[in-house]
């Protein structure tokens, strides 16, 4: 198959190698045609995967209407940006092209699943959701990595699987869309709360409590919006939660982590794209659309609008009234 893929930061580039590991040819979309010359003479994107080459079978791109011939399109730009980039690919793709939504979050501005936001603007068009425990330059460098990509289509969701799998990089597939992308959504969140007790240095035992606690949040928050609960114990729930809120590698715990140290939101971010802070408020209000208890993601809520210190949330979520665990 010939992969298409729109984006060409460090995930993205991830991805492009590896699904030509996977013998598959591949054209790499980036805005910058600059960028697109330089990344094709010197086989590497310095910016964003230091050291790691460029696969061969990758061809690097400025042009959206190069990815018109893929047999399918992985969208690995920004989650806010998910709308506008599908808009600018239904332009230039045949509408039987395959589109795979790679970004985890929520749309900010109007609470819209991602999938949601994609199938508004590209009805009627297959989609699929890739998510599941990865980082970057594990990917990248051929490091063993399993994901999970669903599609409602199994047949297709198989397809797509077996295209992007290969020596180092397997990909389960499932056809539980909404479990998949909620699971990637709110693991954000709650590795923000992790990173919290780290810097806070509340240690390990809190940490753990956390990571249980938010993944009966997470389940909570999934059943109520039609996820499989099976999904979330998978890859692309329990998976992805336990790396994220494992390791300051996790670009939301570093983030959690500079909040316990006392640095105010924007100082924490430091200029860069932190997805879990952009997802908490969108997704709380989800929680609150359903009636969903989940006092975790609230309580970073909590501290990004400035309402709460990290010991106030700390306090308020210890001080819960006692309850059998469920």
């Known amino acids: 198959m010939r992969i298409g893929i729109a984006g060409a930061g460090a995930w993205g580039t991830a991805l492009a190698n590896a699904a030509a590991l996977a013998g598959n040819e591949v054209v790499l979309w980036m805005r910058s045609a600059e960028q697109a010359a330089l990344l094709a003479e010197t086989r590497m994107n310095p910016g964003f995967l230091p050291g790691v080459p460029l696969h061969e079978r990758i061809r690097p791109t400025a042009s959206l209407t190069d990815l018109a011939d893929s047999g399918a399109v992985l969208l690995v730009t920004p989650a806010q940006t998910t709308r506008e980039m ?37 009805p009627g068009s297959p989609l699929a ?26 047949a297709l969701a198989e397809r797509i699987a077996t295209s992007l799998s290969g020596s180092t990089f397997r990909v389960y597939h499932r ?18 709360a992790c990173g919290a007790v780290a810097g806070r240095g509340l240690g390990e035992s809190a940490k753990a409590a956390l990571i249980a606690r938010g993944f009966a949040e997470l389940l909570r928050f999934a059943r109520a919006y039609g996820g499989e609960a099976e999904t979330l114990m998978g890859l692309s729930g329990l998976g992805d939660l336990v790396l994220t809120c494992s390791t300051a590698h996790s670009r939301n715990f570093a983030f959690g982590q500079r909040l316990g140290q006392g640095l105010s939101p924007e100082e924490a971010a430091g200029g860069k794209l932190v997805e879990g802070a ?14 969903v208890d989940m ?7 909590r501290v990004l609008s400035g309402v709460s210190t990290i010991d ?4 308020s979520l210890m001080n819960r009234p006692v309850k059998s665990e469920h």
């Open 86 to 122: 599908t808009a600018a690919l239904s332009a230039v793709l045949p509408a039987c092209t395959p589109l795979v939504l790679c970004a985890k979050g929520i749309e900010r501005e109007t609470q819209a699943f991602l999938s949601d936001a994609a199938e508004a603007v590209r």
């Open 129 to 154: 959701v890739l998510s599941g425990p990865s980082f970057a330059d594990d990917v990248a460098r051929g490091l063993p990595t399993a994901v999970t990509l669903a599609c409602r289509d199994a």
């Open 175 to 192: 056809t539980d869309v909404r479990g998949v992308e909620i699971g990637g959504a709110a693991k954000n969140v709650l590795a923000i």
């Open 278 to 291: 952009t997802t908490a408020r969108a997704l709380v209000a989800l929680a609150h659309e359903r009636n």
């Open 295 to 301: 006092p975790i993601a609230e309580a970073v809520e």
């Open 312 to 315: 106030q949330a700390v306090d």
